[in-house]
């Protein structure tokens, strides 16, 4: 059974469509990377996902059960905060809390949330950071620690509330060439220790790497979707293969 | 002469500070209710709070401190402030307490709106509630950067007490001027400059450590 199901998922900021009846689904366990060119609706589709922005038709489905339906959605609050806590999401701009230690960010939300007690937490919180290679900056703080780490803890940070689905939101895009692959090796790992994972991604040679399955997003609707292997090497569409050759011109 | 001159002013520096710290008590947390105000979804609550702020730093605290003072008496023809030094201080603490809450509004507004919305999505996606996201993310970093400027306003109010003389508050200036008649001289009010600089200098050391607690983050 899936894990998550999206159906006919529509949004529009004012006249302009930016999602038009997008329907996927992921099984427990894949990675599912989503390409596709700037304004074509990926990160709105992941912020719709994760509830920071509400599409105005379709449903969502997490491990059958309907929590989002666009047509007759009135969630309460806490419904909403409890249909969130299936998804993590990792930020473009890290979206660390500065004045919180790699390890205070981590177990902000867990304490707060009494996840468990915070003896508890504070032990999976440095565990978690082992996990994402930063067990020696557990103290420091964001301004202390480079773009790379950053992103490491705000993995971390997304891990600790255990999310069925942990999303990325171009986790690359705001970092210097040269330490994308400390970020990127994370995910691969998390990959490999079958993480459920969206991740929206203008890494092409990575995507191809990690990914079970791949969506190509243009103009608010997937234009192709499949195994990675196919959506590379073999695309169908001109679109696609237009949009692969000036990724690799770029 | 000297000693009787530092007596007075002593006493009259002391109205001064009392001024200054029960404005502060007062507006402070008037000044957060009216940022809220103006943030409200609700427009007539935005609508009021800003007309407000608009009214309050568009006219002259003085008149301000006339008009609180003298009007309740025109209009209802009875003084609401009580009688003697006691209803004057309290209709200037009114008055202060009011304009610097409406200052104060808009120096948390200012920082509330600088915290950008990634701060809040980062706390909403880890299933915060709002408040949870305001007291225990937000609400720091809107401390550290309005620091600097709620440091200037509360500088300048120590000097602005001195507006409390127009109604007959017995605060520094009034003690100093009170020499010339009294005595024929007018060093006793040069000299009042002289409480205001060492208080304002004891006011910036402390802002100094203040800030630099919180220059492990930015």
Sequence with gaps: MSILEVKNFNKSFGDVEVLRGIDFELKKG?????????GGGKTTLLRCINFLERAEEGIMKVKGKVIF???????????????????GLVFQQFNLFPQYTAVQNIVLAPNLLKKADKKTNKKNALRLLKRVGLADKADNYPCELSGGQQQRVAIARALAMN???????????SLDPEITGEVLRVIKQLADENTTMIIVTHEMGFAKEVADKVIFIDEGKIVEQGDPKVIFDNPNT??????LGSMLRA | MFQEVIIE??????????????????SVPLGLVIAFGSMSKIKV???ISRFFVWVMRGTPLMLQLIIVYYGPGLILNQNIW???????????????????????????????????EGQYEAGQVLGL????????????????????????????????????????????????????????IIWPLFMTGAYYLIFTGILTIIIGKIEEKFEYFN
């Design chain 1, 30 to 38: 894949e990675v599912l990377a989503i390409i596709g060119p700037s």
């Design chain 1, 69 to 87: 339906d666009g047509k007759n959605s009135r969630m309460t609050e806490a419904e909403l905060r409890q249909n969130r806590l299936h998804f």
């Design chain 1, 163 to 173: 999310p069925d689905i942990l999303c990325f939101d171009e986790p690359t895009s």
């Design chain 1, 238 to 243: 001109d679109r696609l293969k237009n949009f």
């Design chain 2, 9 to 26: 002013l002593t006493v009259g520096f002391g109205k001064t500070l009392e001024l200054f710290v029960l404005t502060l008590i007062g």
């Design chain 2, 45 to 47: 609550l935005k609508f």
């Design chain 2, 82 to 116: 009580g009688m003697g030094s006691n209803g004057r201080l309290i209709a200037v603490l009114f008055a202060f307490i009011i304009n610097y809450a409406a200052y104060f509004s808009e120096i948390y507004r200012g920082g509330i709106e600088s915290i950008s």
């Design chain 2, 129 to 184: 509630t709002k408040k949870q996201i305001f007291t225990n993310i937000v609400l720091l970093q809107v401390v550290k950067r309005i620091i600097p400027p709620m440091s200037n306003e509360i500088i300048t109010l120590v000097k602005d007490t001195s507006l409390a003389r127009v109604i007959a508050v017995y605060e520094v200036i009034w003690m100093g001027q009170a020499f010339i008649k009294s005595a024929g």
